[in-house]
């Protein structure tokens, strides 16, 4: 069993649509959550991180955390085609070396 | 890319061949890492570097070597390429509070192997 689930998609949604991305995880040592974007034939970009449990908001972007049940989410309010993108969720314990899921491919249709 | 390059972008080599990737940053940051990202796989950690000649395995380390003699450039050499090692190879550094947690990828380097 990988440490970090992440279902690959792809995931095809209309524009302004409410979007659900997520993770499932396996060790209870992780503390920091992160999710990352990547286009097509580029680098990984961070979008935000997360300490523990809780809910982190940015701009039209919602990061989730519940450690209860090792599960975290992304959400994307009113989605754009711009962001047709690949998200990959990342976590650590030690704040030394990152576990990354295998993303999800989002895509984002007129 | 927050001032991170690598090169090559692209490669093609034959399998038994010496290759080495370069990444070079302009942030001054102490802590560097090497990943290789394979379709069903994600993103898996090569090595990292968490200061000049202070470098360290990730999981999937077993054929590559890493060198960083300057703060700003860190290689990575395949000393025998195979195969498997045909993959999609980014470089990435930590932010300023260092750590893992904040991490800023370069374009990354497209190898095959054949």
Not at chain 1, 5 to 18: K, R, T
Not at chain 2, 8 to 32: D, F, S
Not at chain 2, 33 to 50: A, K, M, N
Request: one cysteine or more; charged letters at 20%.
């Amino acid at each position: 069993q990988k440490e970090v689930e992440q279902d690959p998609g792809p995931l095809s949604v209309p524009e302004g649509a409410i979007v659900s991305l997520n993770c499932t995880y396996s060790n209870s040592a992780f503390q920091y959550f992160m999710w990352y974007r990547q286009y097509s034939r580029k680098g990984p970009e961070l979008l935000m991180y997360t300490y523990s449990s809780g809910n982190k908001e940015d701009g039209r972007f919602t990061a989730q955390v519940d450690k209860s049940s090792k599960y975290i989410s992304l959400f994307i309010r009113d989605s754009q085609p711009s962001d047709s993108a690949t998200y990959l969720c990342a976590l650590t314990g030690t704040a030394s070396k990152l576990t990354f899921g295998t993303g999800t491919r989002l895509q984002v249709t007129l | 890319d927050a001032g991170i390059t690598q090169s090559p972008r692209h490669k093609v080599t034959e399998t038994g061949t010496p290759v080495t990737l370069r990444c070079h940053q302009t942030e001054n940051h102490r802590y560097m890492y090497w990943y290789r990202q394979d379709p069903g796989h994600g993103l898996r950690l090569i090595h990292y570097s968490y200061g000049v000649k202070d470098t360290d395995k990730g999981e999937v380390s077993d054929g590559y070597s890493v060198s960083r003699s300057k703060t700003e450039d860190f290689l990575l050499t395949l000393e025998s390429a195979t195969s498997s090692q045909t993959s999609v190879y980014f470089c990435a550094i930590s932010g300023p509070s260092g750590g893992a947690i904040e991490q800023f990828f370069g374009p990354g380097t497209r190898l095959t192997v054949l």
